[in-house]
């Protein structure tokens, strides 16, 4: 498996613009997470779903942040409208629900809100 | 609620000095116990892990032991290389359900660089 893949791996846009990143989980893996990395605030939860199912959003900054998983394979973290203080690096990260297995992240996407 | 406080940093060693990251840790219960490093450019990779108390985890010569009097779980590693510069952070799960370890409480970070 070639783990889990993010895209974009940078993501440049401007103040007000709508973002979309995107993330693929381990095949079979049925938990996914997502993260958000900034200096100030390190690494926060922002949600996580099981079975394509968001069981805890708490961590979602504001109402402009909004996550889906239309199926197993595919996770999509939207801003809309961007603001510079939401640039930070966006990890995606999956696991097993069994099997006393770590979660496994991905690369990440550098989002950087001018 | 939980938190997790790791040793700040930078810590800039030479190559073969030993290593000690400080991690303390509050959470109700019994968390499980991860490291985890980030090298430059990349995601998070778990390093090492403990489930219970006493445990010790260990990987490529880095230990952690789960220490639940002190609410501790230290990194060491006796004798370090170019190759671990990296940061490295402390993190705690209370399970996101079943026994799935992704619903992790992290520390700051620990931004290591060893010397030749």
């Known amino acids: 498996d070639a783990g889990v893949i993010q895209s974009p791996r940078h993501e440049v846009t401007e103040m007000g613009q709508e973002v979309t990143l995107r993330c693929k989980p381990i095949?079979?893996?049925?938990?996914l997470f997502w993260y958000r990395q900034t200096m100030m605030r390190g690494l926060e939860l922002l949600i996580y779903?099981?079975?394509?199912?968001?069981?805890?959003d708490s961590g979602m900054p504001e109402d402009r942040f909004s996550a889906k998983m239309p199926n197993a394979s595919f996770s999509t973290l939207k801003i809309q409208p961007s603001e510079p203080r939401d640039s930070a690096v966006y990890f995606c990260?999956?696991?097993?629900?069994?099997?006393?297995?770590?979660?496994?992240f991905g690369q990440g996407t550098r989002l950087t809100v001018v | 609620g939980n938190s997790v406080t790791q040793m700040e940093g930078p810590v800039t060693l030479s190559e073969e000095a030993f290593l000690t990251i400080n991690c303390t840790y509050t959470a109700t219960g019994y968390p499980s116990l991860f490291w985890y490093v980030q090298y430059p450019g990349e995601g998070l990779q778990l390093l090492l892990k403990?489930?219970?108390?006493?445990d010790k985890g260990s990987n490529k010569g880095f230990e952690a032991t789960y220490r639940k009097e002190t609410t501790s779980f230290h990194l060491e590693k006796g004798s370090v290389q170019v190759s671990d510069s990296a940061v490295y952070f402390c993190a705690l799960s209370r399970d996101a359900g079943g026994t799935s370890y992704g619903k992790l409480t992290f520390g700051q970070g620990t931004i290591l660089t060893v010397h030749p």
């Open positions: 990260a999956s696991s097993l629900t069994w099997g006393n297995t770590e979660a496994f």
């Open positions: 095949s079979g893996h049925d938990y």
């Open positions: 779903f099981n079975n394509n199912v968001p069981i805890d």
């Open positions: 403990a489930t219970k108390a006493d």
